[in-house]
C-alpha cells in the first residue's frame, strides 16, 4: 500500500464564502453583445438557503441559487459537491430538509415534492441517459401521456410536431422512429417535448458526455436558440471549455456549500478550477512525468503480436516494459478500446501470440488476464464497472473473490479490511461500506473500480477511459496515481479522448486510425500537435 497512501492529495478546507455578481452575456468571437436589460434582469428561479442531510452525510448546507430569464447557467463542482442533490430538489426526486423555491415574481413559496410537480412549475430536466421510447416515433415521444387515447388526433400531433422540430432547427422527422436518430438528436427530441409544455426552467444534466464536436454544436445551437427565447438553462457538466462557450454565468458548489456565483467572462478558467478544488491549483503543471528508460534485462510485462479479436480488430503488435505508461490514441471509432478488450480477452480473440514476463501464455477469457496480473477499467463504467446495487465494499472485493473463487468467500472481518483500506485510501467519499455504489457521485464511483483492481496487485493496468464524466480534482488525483504506480514498477496503458491527458501521462503512444496501427510516438514527440498530425494522416 505504500504507493496509494504516497499518492494521497488531502485538500485543505478554506473558508466558504458568497460572492453576488450581476449577469453579463459571455461573448464568442464575432458575437455581438446580447441586451441584458430586461429577460436577464428577470429571475425565473430563486432557490433560497436550500439544507439536506442523507445518514452520516450534509450534502447541502444552505445554498442559494437564482436562474434569470434568457440565460444558460452552468452549475458547477467536484463530484461530491452537491451538484445532483441541488438538482433533485428542484426536480421533485428528492425533498429538501429546509429552504425556500419560488418561480418568476411570485412572492409564494412554491412545493415540489415529486417530478410532476416540478413539471406543472415549468421545470423540466433532459438527462445524459435519453428517458425517452426509442421503439415510438418523434412525434409520439413529444406527445405521449398528454392526451387522452382515442381522443388524441396524431395527424394533427405530427404536423404540431413538425412545426416544432422546424422552429428548433431539429434534424428529425416527426414520423422517424426515435432510435434510428442519432444520440444528440435524441437528446434535443427531448428537450422540444419540454419546450413544447411551456417549461421556463430547462435542466441539462450531462448532456454532451457522449457527444462528437458536431452533434455539441448542434445542441449548443439549440441552447442558444432557446435562450433568446427567454427559457432560463441550467448546464451541468464536467467539460469546462463547454462552459466558456456557451454558458452566461457560473454558480460554484463545494462540499455541498455555496462558494459563489460569477460572471463568466470575469472567471479564468484557471480560476474556477481553484473555486471549485479550494485551493489554487497547480497541481498539473507540477505533475513529474519523468523520462521512461526501459530496463532491458527484463522482458516485457505483456508482448503480443498478430493480435486480433473478434470485434472487428485487425492484428497488431504490442508490448510494454515494466513500469512504463503507454496508451493508445485516435478518434472515437478507431480501435483504441477494441485493442485494450482483446489484450485484456473480454472480446474472443481470433489470433495472435501472447507473452508475460516472456513466457508464452493464452488469454482468451478476462479471468486467464486477471491470473497473469492484468487488470481492466472499462470504458463504460455504468454498463461494465459498477455493479449498481451492491455495497461499496461488495464492489471494491468481488474481483480478488473472483480469483481466489466463489467457493472460497472472504470472512466479513477481511473483506471490510480490504475496502476500507482502499477507501481511505483513494479518498473515496462514501457514508459507510455499505452504502450501495450507485448513490456514490461518478468521480467515487470511478475510484471504487480503481480500487477494485488496485485491490488485485496487477503488474499490468489497464485504464480505458478513466477520467471521463468526473471532475477536475478527481482527474488530477487519478492522472498522480497512474504516474506514482508507474514509479513503483506498475505497467499502465492509459487512454483518454483528451490529448492533453495523454501527454501528461504517456511516455509512449500507439496512434490507431481506422482499426489500426498508423504511428507510435515517444519522448519529445509526444505531443499534442504531432498526435494530431499522426491522427490525421500526417497532413498539416
Known amino acids: 500500500m505504500d504507493y496509494v497512501d504516497a499518492f494521497r492529495v488531502t485538500t485543505p478546507r478554506f473558508p466558504v464564502y458568497k460572492e453576488s455578481i450581476t449577469s453579463r452575456a459571455y461573448l464568442r468571437p464575432g458575437e455581438e453583445r446580447r441586451e441584458t436589460t430586461h429577460m436577464q434582469n428577470e429571475v425565473v428561479?430563486?432557490?433560497?438557503?436550500?439544507?439536506?442531510?442523507?445518514?452520516?452525510?450534509?450534502?447541502?448546507?444552505?445554498?442559494?441559487?437564482?436562474?434569470?430569464?434568457?440565460?444558460?447557467?452552468?452549475?458547477?463542482?467536484?463530484?461530491?459537491?452537491?451538484?445532483?442533490?441541488?438538482?433533485?430538489i428542484l426536480t421533485g426526486v428528492y425533498s429538501k430538509d429546509s429552504g425556500q423555491i419560488f418561480i418568476d415574481d411570485n412572492p409564494e413559496e412554491i412545493a415540489i415534492h415529486s417530478p410532476q410537480d416540478a413539471q406543472k412549475n415549468g421545470i423540466s430536466t433532459v438527462y445524459q441517459e435519453i428517458t425517452l421510447c426509442p421503439n415510438l416515433t418523434v412525434a409520439e415521444n413529444i406527445y405521449i401521456s398528454r392526451g387522452k387515447g382515442a381522443l388524441v388526433s396524431w395527424s394533427l400531433r405530427e404536423r404540431e410536431a413538425g412545426k416544432l422540430l422546424e422552429k428548433l432547427g431539429i434534424?428529425?422527422?416527426?414520423?422517424?422512429?426515435?432510435?434510428?436518430c442519432s444520440l444528440a438528436v435524441q437528446q434535443m427530441v427531448a428537450i422540444a417535448r419540454a419546450v413544447d409544455m411551456e417549461c421556463?426552467?430547462?435542466?441539462?444534466?450531462?448532456?454532451?458526455?457522449?457527444?462528437?464536436?458536431?452533434?455539441?454544436?448542434?445542441?449548443?445551437?439549440?441552447?442558444?436558440?432557446?435562450?433568446?427565447?427567454?427559457?432560463?438553462?441550467?448546464?451541468?457538466?464536467?467539460?469546462l471549455?463547454?462552459?466558456?462557450?456557451?454558458?452566461?454565468?457560473?454558480?460554484?458548489?463545494?462540499?455541498?456549500?455555496?462558494?459563489?456565483?460569477y460572471e463568466i467572462e470575469n472567471l479564468p478558467q484557471v480560476e474556477l478550477v481553484a473555486k471549485m478544488m479550494g485551493k489554487e491549483l497547480n497541481d498539473l503543471t507540477d505533475m513529474d512525468k519523468k523520462p521512461f528508460v526501459p530496463?532491458?534485462?527484463?522482458?516485457?510485462?505483456?508482448?503480443?503480436?498478430?493480435?486480433?479479436?473478434?470485434?472487428?480488430?485487425?492484428?497488431?503488435?504490442?508490448?510494454?516494459?515494466?513500469?512504463?505508461?503507454?496508451?493508445?490514441?485516435?478518434?472515437?471509432?478507431?480501435?483504441?478500446?477494441?485493442?485494450?478488450?482483446?489484450?485484456?480477452?473480454?472480446?474472443?480473440v481470433t489470433g495472435g501470440n501472447v507473452q508475460v514476463n516472456g513466457k508464452p501464455v493464452k488469454i482468451q477469457k478476462p479471468i486467464h488476464a486477471m491470473k497473469r496480473g492484468i487488470a481492466y477499467l472499462a470504458e463504460d463504467r455504468k454498463r461494465d464497472g459498477i455493479i449498481a446495487d451492491l455495497s461499496?465494499?461488495?464492489?471494491?472485493?468481488?474481483?480478488?473473490?473472483?480469483?481466489?473463487g466463489f467457493f472460497r468467500p472472504f470472512s466479513r472481518?477481511?473483506?471490510?479490511?480490504?475496502?476500507?483500506?482502499?477507501?481511505?485510501?483513494?479518498?473515496?467519499?462514501?457514508?459507510?461500506?455499505?452504502?450501495?455504489?450507485?448513490?456514490?457521485?461518478?468521480?467515487?464511483?470511478?475510484?471504487?473500480?480503481?480500487?477494485?483492481?488496485?485491490?488485485?496487485?496487477?503488474?499490468?493496468?489497464?485504464?480505458?477511459?478513466?477520467?471521463r464524466g468526473i471532475d477536475i480534482g478527481t482527474k488530477v488525483e487519478i492522472q498522480k496515481l497512474v504516474l506514482k504506480l508507474a514509479e513503483e514498477g506498475v505497467s499502465v496503458t492509459f487512454i483518454s479522448s483528451e490529448i492533453e491527458e495523454m501527454v501528461r501521462t504517456c511516455s509512449r503512444l500507439i496512434v490507431m486510425r481506422d482499426r489500426k496501427i498508423v504511428g507510435e510516438l515517444a519522448g519529445r514527440d509526444v505531443t499534442q500537435a504531432t498526435i494530431m498530425k499522426t491522427i490525421a494522416g500526417g497532413e498539416e
Open 45 to 88: 428561479l430563486s432557490m433560497r438557503g436550500i439544507n439536506k442531510t442523507f445518514p452520516g452525510v450534509k450534502a447541502l448546507s444552505n445554498v442559494d441559487f437564482t436562474l434569470r430569464k434568457g440565460e444558460i447557467h452552468a452549475l458547477m463542482g467536484e463530484n461530491g459537491a452537491g451538484k445532483s442533490t441541488l438538482i433533485k
Open 171 to 180: 434534424p428529425a422527422r416527426p414520423k422517424q422512429q426515435l432510435g434510428s
Open 413 to 467: 472481518k477481511e473483506a471490510e479490511a480490504f475496502a476500507q483500506e482502499y477507501v481511505e485510501a483513494l479518498s473515496i467519499k462514501t457514508a459507510s461500506l455499505d452504502t450501495p455504489i450507485k448513490s456514490l457521485s461518478g468521480g467515487n464511483q470511478q475510484k471504487v473500480i480503481l480500487a477494485r483492481w488496485l485491490l488485485t496487485h496487477p503488474e499490468y493496468l489497464i485504464l480505458d477511459e478513466p477520467t
Open 241 to 261: 471549455e463547454q462552459v466558456y462557450e456557451v454558458c452566461d454565468r457560473i454558480t460554484v458548489l463545494r462540499n455541498g456549500e455555496l462558494v459563489g456565483e
Open 295 to 348: 530496463d532491458e534485462s527484463l522482458p516485457p510485462v505483456y508482448e503480443a503480436t498478430g493480435l486480433s479479436s473478434a470485434d472487428c480488430t485487425n492484428p497488431f503488435d504490442f508490448s510494454i516494459a515494466r513500469g512504463e505508461v503507454n496508451g493508445f490514441t485516435g478518434l472515437l471509432g478507431s480501435g483504441r478500446s477494441e485493442s485494450v478488450r482483446a489484450i485484456f480477452g473480454a472480446d474472443r
Open 200 to 239: 421556463k426552467v430547462l435542466i441539462l444534466d450531462e448532456p454532451t458526455s457522449s457527444l462528437d464536436d458536431n452533434e455539441v454544436e448542434m445542441l449548443f445551437s439549440l441552447m442558444r436558440s432557446l435562450r433568446e427565447q427567454g427559457v432560463g438553462i441550467i448546464f451541468v457538466t464536467h467539460f
Open 392 to 404: 461499496v465494499r461488495e464492489n471494491i472485493i468481488i474481483a480478488l473473490q473472483v480469483m481466489k
